[in-house]
């Protein structure tokens, strides 16, 4: 999480749903369907009825997946049993309960110590106004020329947990202002620097007022459409994606089909976008790669130690939500303008249902690359197929960055997950005018100077995706083939070839081997990959899905250094377990003021067994932003990526078989 200010807040509150085509379309058609309108108000209603839920804050309503078993083996037309999770908090409690909804019942109540819930909406709300009528920052603003309380806003900065004694036990949040008396579009641009709250949300009370200095604020001009005040490019002619003759795929309730790709899509409070069952017809035999797939967390840590901004160590997910904040999504810009859009419905803290539209997108696209080709120079012949994906997008606002999430499909029987990030970089507010001022090698240490004043702080962005892989089945084996190098002797005219030493991972952990620092990351010259030991193509081969995992960063930090032990999920750059249906998100189910002890490092402390069973592989994407004047005031769209890819899995090239013409 970067920054939420109260704008952004009174607008996620009309962002709060679970995707739905309309409020009840979802309705007894799928096991994995999302919670329709209808289940969270009677989910609501279940638990204020029990005596076990006074004073009972909801923090998610959300479903409570049925066995695996269960949904592999359900039958459109099959009766449900529909059950939501509900949790939410009691005083200094977190109460966990399971709903069934089809027996109008609560199954099971929970209550849990030493926990957090992510921040809610609601808290946020209260703290910045809190916040706003203390009498020690309305001084503080005073001393610093801001007069009407109109022209500033705040924001809640979650704090993360540092053995700090006056600390422990609490509930806490960190609150920072900005001026926006100029602002249009951007709120974030001019940091009231060194003034910060800190603020008990128990009790909603300002603690402690940290004042460290005056900083002049930010004179440069960030909003930006007057940032193009110079002459704008001339109109461009529209370039789109037309599709005249109708569309390719297939949305029947929350189940895609895409030429030979079938999958299920549903919507969630914390994750985003869940895409689950991905299975492939192969020549009328429907055969299973991905049970489910979504991103499990989200960590962007800031590498500056001041005061406000050493504990800007943010996990996105288990803090906020990514689904929770997400944000509509614009036709013609964030999605073609023929896209499929869905609509969504969450809970919002009453328990009630909250609409909003337009969460979700699906379309297709001409990538402008072949999928295949081939010229035959002999005969001047040419074969070729256009290459054509299926995006599945979302975009959530977490403070000032924006992120994209896109899951793609292609005709090769290939899955990427894309993560894009623009928005406006995390500005600390400097003395600097120029990098020729006395003040600039210090203002500069941790970031670089983007407009007089302003410091665009150094951060990483880190991305876990959990994957359930179940290739042609749930019983999989996971392999890496690492390349060697082989010296031939004479007379071979040949020095050395490669050869290719596959391993197959018997307990669950990191798939990789320690570099120079220490950090399990994987040695450039490897194959990753999913097979099924049981099933072979026709030659005789494991079938498999193989991981195309590059340029990923790794998290630089001391490992005794609070936040690295709070994402020790960083240590490896993929981990594969055992399917358990508990082990959901790679940092662990309560983050918020975590200490460490949840999350993947702590599982497979277990050294369960991963060798031909039912797996879940979780990838790591990373980036450090070395922050550039580029990046301001707003920042151009980043991608990362990986990429789930057949390896033996068929026959034969998959796309071979796409017609050279389109349909008339």
Not at 93 to 108: G, P, Y
Not at 185 to 195: A, Q, R, V
Not at 618 to 638: C, F, K
Request: a neutral charge.
């Amino acid at each position: 999480m970067q920054i939420v200010g109260r704008t952004l807040l009174h607008a996620c509150a009309l962002m709060t749903f679970l995707m739905a085509s309309s409020a009840t379309s979802f309705a007894q058609k799928h096991p994995l369907d999302a919670l329709t309108r209808e289940e969270i108000v009677a989910a609501t209603k279940i638990v204020l009825a029990d005596p076990r839920t006074r004073d009972f804050k909801f923090q998610l309503i959300t479903l409570l997946e049925p066995d695996k078993s269960q949904v592999l083996a359900w039958k459109a037309g099959n009766p449900l049993t529909r059950r939501a999770s509900v949790t939410g908090r009691s005083d200094a409690q977190v109460i966990e309960i399971d709903v069934d909804l089809t027996a109008k019942t609560i199954a099971s109540v929970r209550i849990l110590d030493g926990v957090e819930v992510p921040i809610s909406i609601e808290e946020s709300s209260k703290a910045i106004e809190v916040v706003r009528q203390d009498a020690r920052m309305l001084q503080a603003f005073k001393n610093r020329g801001f007069v009407d309380p109109k022209k500033i806003d705040c924001a809640p900065f979650t704090i993360g947990y540092y053995a700090i004694k006056a600390h422990e036990g609490q509930r806490l949040l960190r609150v920072g202002c900005f001026d926006i008396s100029r602002s249009t579009n951007n709120i974030f641009g001019w940091p009231i620097e060194k003034l910060y709250a800190l603020v008990d949300l128990r009790k909603m009370t300002v603690l402690e007022v940290v004042d460290d200095g005056i900083v002049p604020v930010s004179r440069a001009e960030m909003n930006f459409t007057e940032l193009a005040a110079r002459p704008l490019r001339p109109v461009e002619q529209p370039t789109l994606i037309a599709q005249p003759r109708g569309k390719n795929f297939v949305l029947k309730g929350s189940e895609v089909s895409w030429g030979n790709w079938r999958f299920h899509v549903r919507f969630e409070n914390r994750q985003g976008t869940v895409i689950s069952l991905a299975r492939w017809n192969d020549r009328g035999r429907e055969r299973h790669v991905m049970y489910q797939g979504y991103m499990s967390e989200m960590f962007v840590p800031y590498m500056d130690p001041d005061v406000g901004w050493y504990s800007r160590t943010y996990f996105d997910m288990g803090e906020y939500g990514i689904g929770h904040l997400a944000s509509p999504l614009k036709a013609g810009i964030d999605c073609p303008q023929q896209a499929t859009f869905l609509d969504a419905v969450l809970a919002d803290e009453k328990g009630d249902p909250d609409e909003r539209l337009k969460v979700v997108c699906i379309f297709e696209r001409n990538t402008g690359d072949p999928a295949w080709r081939h010229y035959e120079v002999n005969k001047n012949s040419y074969e070729g197929r256009p290459g054509v994906e299926l995006v599945v997008r979302m975009a959530s606002q977490v403070g000032n960055y924006d992120y994209l999430i896109d899951w793609v499909f292609n005709h090769a029987g290939e899955i990427e997950a894309r993560v894009g990030s623009t928005g406006i970089v995390g500005l600390k507010g400097v003395t600097a005018q120029a990098m020729r001022d006395a003040s600039a090698p210090d203002d500069t240490k941790t970031g670089t100077l983007v407009a007089p004043g302003l410091t665009a702080v150094q951060h990483d962005h880190f991305f876990n995706f959990r994957l359930d892989l179940d290739v042609d089945g749930p019983a999989n084996t996971f392999q890496t083939d690492t390349y060697s190098r082989v010296q031939l002797p004479p007379p071979n005219p040949r020095r050395s070839i490669y050869s290719v030493i596959p391993q197959l991972l018997e307990r669950e952990g990191i798939a990789g081997r320690p570099n120079h620092d220490g950090h399990e990351g994987l040695p450039p010259d490897v194959k990753l990959r999913v097979i099924n030991e049981a099933k072979t193509n026709n030659m005789g081969n494991f079938v498999g899905y193989e991981i195309v995992h590059a340029n990923h960063a790794h998290f630089i930090a001391d490992p005794d250094d609070w936040p690295a032990k709070r994402a020790a999920f960083l240590q490896g750059d993929v981990w594969v377990t055992p399917y358990d249906p508990s082990e959901k998100y790679a940092a662990g189910q309560y983050v918020f003021a975590s200490k460490g002890d949840q999350g993947l490092p702590q599982w497979t402390q277990k050294s369960r067994s991963v060798r031909n069973t039912d797996l879940v592989v979780w990838v790591n994407l990373g980036m450090h932003h070395l922050t550039r004047a580029e990046d301001v005031p707003v920042m151009p769209m980043l991608w990362h990526s990986f990429r789930l890819r057949p390896f033996n899995f068929f026959d034969r090239n998959p796309a071979v078989d796409l017609r050279s013409k389109f349909a008339k």
